[in-house]
């Protein structure tokens, strides 16, 4: 794709951003959901499905647009960004990298039309950044598994309609019993206990979701008989990406509004925005936010050329991550004690950023990811 085409993609989420999410996001905060009729209108623009192939009801983008796609609906709203980005990549990804080719007849064209909400269910009470010492189960029962275990933080807990849900197959102390495999949330035993009351990203719900001797058909295996790890880890791999791409947009949104208040905000009988430590503070601000925006570019860059994208995602989610956390705490030091109200966004984009340095791996795995593809190249 050209740049004028990914501009032509920029514009057309934003516009949408600006007009069907912006407007709601301080609701959505408020009252800890993301409206039913805002999901259609996602998987009508086809954001749901971005880079689905137009064989199985997707938009056939690519995964840069997917980044965009990520960046401009979390400049409106982070709740409803990281909806599209935990479904679109921790549940669409590993169907279409993995999954057999009834798999994805079956279940892609419904998860690009908004049919199934999808999540990813890794994290368990005692397994977290440790994916290997996870306690799930499946039984083989010849014709199907029968999974039993607990999951904790799955986003889009509350709304999935599928799941990708990862289990030992092999009681092994380690990752390598480990399978992936595709759940219909309607199935008897699978049970939605909690739903999290969270710092941010309130509108998206957070689930603690117990298996209860859940049956999966044979065929609804994914990857592979205990290749689960290996699901994992590539999926996780992209989803830094999409966490990557809502942090730049929380970050642009608390620098845009910082931004305009201090241009307007006077006090010493001039704009505070006159005073060179304020404009020292949004040069930072403008500067990281333009580094952030090269990294994730590289990063989906490199993956839709097919090549190893493990070092430059992590590298991207951490600096975005960080780099939106700065932003927001100084764009709320910038609106004073304004900024510190829920009649300001500035104290919502504080409280959303925060969870880009901890999920999908915390900024300590990214450094640990970081440096070891580092050393990898040690000779």
């Known amino acids: 794709m050209s740049l004028s085409d990914y501009q032509e993609i920029r514009d057309m989420v934003s516009k949408f951003a600006d007009s069907e999410v912006a407007p709601l996001a301080h609701d959505i905060d408020h009252n800890q959901q993301i409206p039913a009729s805002l999901i259609s209108k996602l998987a009508e623009n086809g954001f749901l499905g971005s880079y689905i192939p137009e064989e199985f009801g997707g938009a056939g983008m690519d995964y840069t647009s997917y980044s965009l796609i990520v960046e401009e609906i979390s400049r409106a709203c982070a709740s409803t960004g990281v909806l599209v980005s935990a479904h679109t990549s921790?549940?669409?990804?590993?169907?279409?990298?993995f999954g057999t080719e009834e798999q994805k007849?079956?279940?892609?064209?419904?998860?690009?039309?908004?049919?199934?909400?999808?999540?990813?269910?890794?994290?368990?009470?005692?397994?977290?950044?440790?994916?290997?010492?996870?306690?799930?189960?499946?039984?083989?029962?010849?014709?199907?598994?029968?999974?039993?275990g607990m999951k904790n933080w799955i986003t889009n807990g509350r709304e999935a309609g599928l799941a990708i849900v990862f289990?030992?197959?092999?009681?092994?102390?380690?990752?390598?019993?480990?399978?992936?495999?595709?759940?219909?949330?309607a199935s008897e035993g699978f049970n939605v206990i909690k739903i999290e009351d969270k710092l941010g990203i309130k509108g998206s719900s957070t689930a603690q979701i117990a298996l209860d001797k859940i049956k999966v058909p044979k065929e609804n295996l994914l990857g592979g008989y205990e290749k689960g790890f290996r699901v994992a880890m590539a999926t996780l791999d992209?989803?830094?990406?999409?966490i990557a791409s809502q942090a730049l947009g929380i970050a642009e949104a608390a620098f845009r509004y910082a931004r305009q208040y201090v241009t307007e905000?006077?006090?010493?009988?001039?704009?505070?925005?006159n005073l060179q430590g304020i404009q020292f503070i949004l040069a930072d601000m403008s500067t990281k936010i333009a580094a952030s925006r090269l990294l994730i570019y590289e990063a989906s860059r490199l993956k839709d050329l097919d090549e190893n994208y493990t070092k430059a995602s992590a590298?991207?989610?951490?600096?975005?991550?960080?780099?939106?956390?700065?932003?927001?705490?100084?764009?709320?030091?910038?609106?004073?004690?304004?900024?510190?109200?829920?009649?300001?966004?500035?104290?919502?984009?504080?409280?959303?950023?925060k969870i880009t340095e901890i999920y999908e791996g915390t900024s300590e795995v990214q450094r640990i990811v970081i440096a070891a593809q580092e050393l990898k190249e040690v000779k």
């Not at 780099?323 to 984009?349: D, F, H, S």
């Open 90 to 97: 921790l549940c669409v990804w590993p169907v279409l990298a």
């Open 105 to 148: 007849k079956k279940y892609l064209p419904k998860l690009a039309s908004g049919e199934l909400i999808g999540c990813f269910c890794l994290s368990e009470p005692n397994a977290g950044s440790d994916a290997g010492s996870l306690t799930t189960f499946a039984e083989d029962k010849g014709d199907h598994y029968e999974i039993t």
């Open 167 to 185: 289990a030992k197959t092999t009681k092994t102390p380690n990752y390598k019993g480990i399978s992936a495999f595709i759940v219909e949330t």
């Open 238 to 242: 992209g989803g830094r990406i999409g």
């Open 265 to 273: 905000r006077v006090q010493f009988g001039a704009p505070l925005a």
């Open 315 to 353: 590298q991207a989610k951490l600096f975005a991550a960080e780099a939106a956390m700065w932003i927001a705490t100084k764009a709320v030091q910038l609106c004073g004690g304004n900024g510190y109200t829920k009649e300001y966004p500035v104290e919502r984009y504080f409280r959303d950023a």
